[in-house]
């Protein structure tokens, strides 16, 4: 199944136990911006792609599907 990069950072999201507002107030950025992002109704910065692949021990790579 291919996934894009934000329904990855959303099935990463629920397996660590985490809420969209707990994850939201982590990063510091609205709710609704992380819905977005994970709904793929907003490109994802890169500066904060790299905070989700730090956070979920995962690579750029398989975030935006380069990798398995």
Known sequence: ???NTGSKIGRLRREAGLTQEQLS??????RSTLACYETGKSQIPNE???VFAKLFDVTTDYLLGLED
Do not use: D, F, H, Q
């Open 1 to 3: 199944m291919n996934m």
């Open 48 to 50: 904060l792609l790299v």
């Open 25 to 30: 107030e982590k990063l510091s950025i609205a």
